[in-house]
């Protein structure tokens, strides 16, 4: 993949997109954390511990490239995606809860996504593994996520009208930065090449984005927390951070074949996010029409 892409335009997508993240965040997004603490640490669980073991025993069984094992047990390290708050909101979820888990899951990827990575390669790739080491990684994740938000904190404070502009304006273009890294990296090397990577990616990717979905929706179930939290959990799980699992691939690891499980799964996950949303707008208008008639 050309050098410029791979070291300047994915990265600054990446700052961008995460930038975009902190100008929407205030204090009390982090505060809200202890009060609900149930449901957070549910999908703090289920984010950092359950999704990783979840896609090494998907890729475990499955005969795959040892470079695309590792690139889906990235991406499962990676936290929810920008757009799960926007999607909760449109599945009339928990925002508030969305909002917390994407923001404090994004600053600790600087420490779980360089871990989940180290074993990933350890496991998969063994001596053969690319030298990228556990410090570096956490550092540049740092510099592309934590310190972007930070600044979007602070131009939300200390301009909150510019933030503002910014915030309305930000979540399309987010979307649109986040289209077109995905795009750039299934269509990198031709239309022959992308269908072979669609063929080889798409069936894994597909399974661990409903298995995702499927245990974060059974587990909040059994723990009979509010279905609007529910349906907040499940979309953080369902939703992952596929730009950073493509830059760490590309920019660290140095090949696109790590990157492609993510920008599969980028495409995919919004289709089936979707069915979801459809669901979850059709029980909610039914719990409040058996509300009215119960009333």
């Known amino acids: 993949m050309d050098a410029v892409f791979a070291q300047i335009l994915l990265p600054l997508a990446l700052a961008f997109i995460m930038l975009a993240l902190g100008v929407g965040l205030t204090p009390a997004d982090f505060r809200r954390i202890f009060a609900q603490p149930k449901a957070f640490l549910t999908g703090a669980v289920l984010q950092f511990i359950t999704l990783p073991l979840l896609a090494i025993a998907i890729v475990a069984l499955i005969p795959a490239p040892p470079a695309l094992k590792v690139g889906i047990v990235l991406l499962a390290a990676c936290p929810g995606g920008t757009t799960s708050n926007l999607l909760t909101h449109m599945a009339r979820g928990d925002v508030a809860l969305s909002i917390s888990l994407t923001a404090l899951a994004s600053l600790l990827s600087v420490?779980?996504?360089?871990?989940?990575?180290?074993?990933?390669?350890?496991?998969?790739?063994?001596?053969?593994?690319?030298?990228?080491?556990?410090?570096?990684?956490?550092?540049?994740?740092?510099?592309?996520?934590?310190?972007?938000?930070?600044?979007?904190?602070?131009?939300?404070?200390?301009?909150?009208?510019?933030?503002?502009?910014?915030?309305?304006?930000?979540?399309?273009?987010?979307?649109?930065?986040?289209i077109a890294v995905v795009a750039a990296t299934v269509m990198a090397d031709g239309l022959a090449v992308t269908v072979q990577r669609f063929a080889e990616a798409g069936l894994v990717s597909l399974a661990l984005n409903l298995a995702a979905m499927g245990l974060a929706f059974a587990v909040t179930s059994v723990l009979a927390l509010r279905m609007r939290q529910r349906i907040a959990l499940t979309l953080e799980c369902g939703l992952q951070n596929a730009t950073l699992a493509i830059v760490v691939s590309v920019s660290l690891l140095g090949d696109l074949a790590y990157a492609v499980p993510a920008a599969v799964y980028g495409l995919l996950m919004f289709a089936t996010a979707g069915g979801f949303i459809l669901w979850a707008r059709r029980w909610s208008h039914a719990a409040r029409r058996a509300r009215r008639m119960g009333g």
Not at 127 to 150: C, E, Q
Not at 154 to 164: C, K, L
């Open 111 to 178: 420490v779980t996504v360089p871990l989940v990575l180290m074993i990933a390669l350890a496991l998969f790739m063994g001596p053969d593994a690319p030298d990228v080491g556990l410090v570096t990684t956490g550092l540049v994740i740092f510099a592309l996520t934590v310190i972007p938000v930070a600044i979007g904190m602070g131009i939300r404070r200390v301009a909150p009208g510019i933030a503002a502009v910014i915030d309305k304006r930000s979540r399309f273009l987010s979307g649109a930065v986040f």
